[in-house]
């Protein structure tokens, strides 16, 4: 443990003479970066969905939680007597804090959306709806609608809970969803490492050949290669969650521009993202050429 911060230490400083070992340019340092720099743009892509979903849920959940809906299904003409006998119900009821009948336009404007402005929803028979909207403590729903169902057997409470359990599970799945992308991408750039570390080494197996006949050790000569990969890793991810960072915010302005992905972005403590992935990204290159080079290192011996 105490080797490997040392490592991690001369890292950040650097060592002139191991650099010298690794070439400074070839296919593994452009492989090096662009694979890094994809991966990164997936992964902000992966943890901004996770962060937006989120966010979309517990708004959603919110807002349903605010208010409940009443629906009265009598005939138009027992409906006046029905409305009457719930409002009764409601305004009885411990938890409720106030009740609203909706307007007929009210009524006719929900129902645009569905069916066009030029449907004629006058001649349908319509449910009378009341919104419930409850104290800070709430009210029982299971309570009401035993209430309901023996005083007014023609209402029907709606409390939102059949919205808000999906919006949940959605949400639970989305943010899994991400971390199976995320655990995904990491791999990828463990392999792709790795596989660009094996392949820098083997092309310099002469060199390392020549350094071990005037004493270098394994650990000098890994040090340069973990340093040179590690670094590439850590400017291709900075490319790649820059080039994220415009996509989602070219997106999310147009988004907000037309009505929809209001809250899809980085918000508040959320931008510590950006930052966090490229060091990440540096440290699964450190620790997958530090292994990989140590363990070709013994099989060149």
């Known amino acids: 443990m105490k080797s490997i911060f040392a490592e991690i230490r001369g890292l950040l400083i650097g060592d002139t003479r191991a650099a010298m070992v690794v070439p400074p340019t070839g296919f593994t340092a452009y492989l090096t970066i662009f694979s890094t ?21 517990d708004r959603w959940a919110q807002e349903l939680a605010k208010s409940a809906t009443v629906l009265v299904t009598a005939s138009q003409d027992q409906m ?3 409305v009457a006998a719930t409002v009764r119900v409601l305004e009885t009821t411990a938890g409720v804090g106030s009740i609203r009948v909706l307007s007929d336009d ?11 402005p030029d449907m004629p929803v006058d001649v349908l028979p319509l449910p009378q709806l009341i919104e419930v909207i409850p104290t800070s403590d709430g009210f029982d729903p299971e309570g009401l609608r035993l209430r309901l169902q023996g005083e007014a057997p023609d209402a029907i409470l709606d409390d939102h ?31 792709v490492v790795t596989l ?21 050790t394994d650990e000098f000569v890994a040090k340069a290669f973990v340093r040179r990969f ?3 890793a850590i400017v291709g991810a900075a490319v790649g969650v820059i080039m994220g960072i415009i996509a989602i915010m070219l997106l999310s302005n147009a988004g907000k521009a037309a009505g929809f992905l ?30 990989a080079a140590l363990r070709l290192l013994r099989e060149l011996t």
């Not at 991966?39 to 902000?44: E, V």
């Not at 809250?263 to 530090?290: V, Y």
């Open 80 to 82: 006046q007597d029905a």
């Open 230 to 232: 590690t670094l590439r």
């Open 161 to 191: 809970g059949r919205w808000q359990k999906p919006l949940i599970r959605a949400a639970q799945r989305l943010r899994l969803f991400s971390l199976f992308c995320l655990s995904l991408i990491a791999i990828t750039i463990i392999a």
């Open 262 to 291: 209001t809250d899809f972005g980085l918000m508040g403590i959320n931008w510590l993202w950006p930052l966090i992935l490229p060091l990440l990204f540096g440290l699964l290159a450190f620790f997958a050429t530090r292994a």
């Open 106 to 116: 009210e009524q006719r404007d929900l129902l645009v959306p569905w069916f066009g």
């Open 196 to 216: 660009a570390a094996k392949a820098a080494l083997s092309a310099n197996a002469k060199t390392i050949h020549v350094l071990r006949l005037v004493g270098a």
């Open 37 to 57: 720099a994809t991966m990164a743009f997936l992964g902000i892509f992966a943890v901004v969905m996770a962060l937006s979903a989120g966010r979309v849920a």
